[in-house]
């Protein structure tokens, strides 16, 4: 292990930790951008292959990026550590902000903040659709699959099939073409929770809370709806993965070793799994040769989930914070090397401005 990568590496992700806001694909999209296109940690290629995978796979899709980047770039122990940078601050922000919630949630200008960010968040996930789709943009049937990816998500199909599904159909294409002419809660099982979400729960970290909220919520009734939503939208506030929700659910439900247990619960099995078998896997598959046709298939699901997201959340926020989006969307194409968490901490603020407009 080269110990100046592996600090180079941790604090990386220790800064992403603080300041990356925007929710996976948002941080996916910083961490293509800065350790990819700029550090060349691995290669593009390598990372147009392996990132539909990893969002194929069951775990939160950020920390596993992080992870399998840095593992790639020094071994396990980077991994390990940077796994940990990036999810720690934002871990220890959900247990302040467990604490002080009752006070924050009646005050207008967080609330307002709140909607800047997810304005910023927006911009940033409509820029990573960009960014993936650029190499393709001039193939026409890459975009039939866009399109098609969309369709198909009103039909509520899961997100990881569509992926999967148009890799196939990508490869067997040409082929099929050739053949045309031819409470007090037992730490067990809150730890149970935690696996099972993190192994099994295909998607994004949002894929995950619907399963966790019915566990949490409905089937133990350790929680109310309205602290649940409470926690999702702290997730979403803080840097860092938006799973650290399970940090403030644990701790609210017992206690701060709750909190411990529930967030090393939730991320172990993506540690596993970016660190042991799926770079050999990666590395294997980019030797066949159908594999740059996965990656095209694959990827054209990627940005129309991906839009379809956009699409789902901007009904979703106020007004104010729509125009914050495309204030922030235009600055990103204007502006290419503004960074992603000043970009969201000047929607955040363009969010408290209008909290005091309002109240004047």
Sequence with gaps: MNSKKFIESLIY??????????GPVALAAIMQSELVEKRKWISVQEFQQAFPLIKAMPGPLAF?????LAYRYNGFLTALA?????????????VVLAIYAPEMASNQAVQS????????????IALACYQLAKPYEKQKMFWIFVVLTIVLTVFKIPEPLLIVFFGAVAVFLPRFKSHLKLRSVPLLELT?????????????????????????????QWISHAEFLQAVAFGQMTPGPVLVTVTY????ISGLLGGVVATVAIFLPGLIHMTTWFPRAVQSLSK??????????????????????VLKLLP?????????????LLVTFLFKKFPAWLLILCSGGLGYLTSIFQAS
């Design 192 to 220: 149970f929770i935690g696996l099972v979400a993190g192994s099994f729960v295909f998607g994004t970290g949002l894929a995950a809370l619907p399963w966790l909220e019915k566990k949490f919520v409905y089937d133990h």
């Design 249 to 252: 659910l644990g701790y609210k």
């Design 82 to 94: 940077s796994g940990i940078g990036l999810v720690l601050p934002a871990a220890i922000m959900m």
């Design 288 to 309: 066949k040769p159908w594999i740059q046709l996965f990656t095209f298939g694959a990827i054209s699901a990627v940005v129309g989930t991906l839009f379809v997201i």
């Design 113 to 124: 903040t709140l909607v800047g960010f997810q304005g910023g968040a927006l911009a940033l």
């Design 13 to 22: 992700f220790l800064k992403l930790g603080s300041t990356g806001f925007g």
């Design 316 to 328: 979703e926020i106020p007004t104010f914070g729509i125009v914050i989006f495309l204030i922030a």
């Design 64 to 68: 596993q990026t992080a992870v399998y």
